[in-house]
């Protein structure tokens, strides 16, 4: 496993086709989501300015061709931050992402990982890495060949079960 930058990361969308990006915490507590999911909790309205530079990206991408997918494997009832997250999902799927959640119910006999992943294709796997407290740790590269198959499976298990966002959110 290799530590890589954030611009590093954004390559591995240029030269990719897929990108799927499995979210397994049922909480994070990532800086920059720290006070905009406090005023939602608190039911103020956002402006939603922290997120245009990643949704600016995510639309370039997909407008590119990229095939952007996210399975957010979810409890029931859902957490505070899984109930904002979800409540920020239209803006995603506006900028192009294919955005489902697998209820945890549904998730017998797959085969997580301890980490959230980004996988690239079918060649490159990219580890989404947090603190204990699920403050943000970084991305890393995988080169193990056994993690990759493993990720690849987990991606070919969860995909199918996953429920789109429309039917999710009205079901």
């Known amino acids: 496993m290799r530590p890589i930058s954030w611009s590093e990361f954004e390559r591995h969308f240029e030269r990719s086709k897929r990108a799927f990006h499995l979210e397994l915490r049922d909480t994070y507590n990532v800086e920059q989501e720290r006070e905009p999911l406090r005023t939602w909790l608190a039911g103020i309205p956002d402006d939603f300015a922290w997120r245009r530079d990643w949704l600016s990206f995510v639309r370039r991408e997909t407008d590119r061709g ?44 797959i085969e997580f990982p301890l980490e959230d992943l980004w996988l690239f294709d079918d060649n490159h796997l990219l580890w ?18 056994a993690a990759l198959a493993q990720c690849i499976r987990a991606r070919d298990q969860t995909w199918p079960r996953a429920v789109p966002y429309a039917q999710y959110v009205t079901g």
């Open 66 to 109: 990229v095939q952007i997918q996210r399975v957010r494997v979810v409890n029931e009832p859902p957490s505070g931050y899984q109930r904002w997250a979800r409540s920020l999902d239209p803006q995603n799927i506006d900028a192009g992402e294919d955005l489902r959640y697998l209820p945890r119910r549904l998730t017998d006999g």
């Open 128 to 145: 989404s890495l947090f603190q204990p407290d699920g403050g943000a740790g970084g991305f890393a590269v995988e080169d193990d060949p």
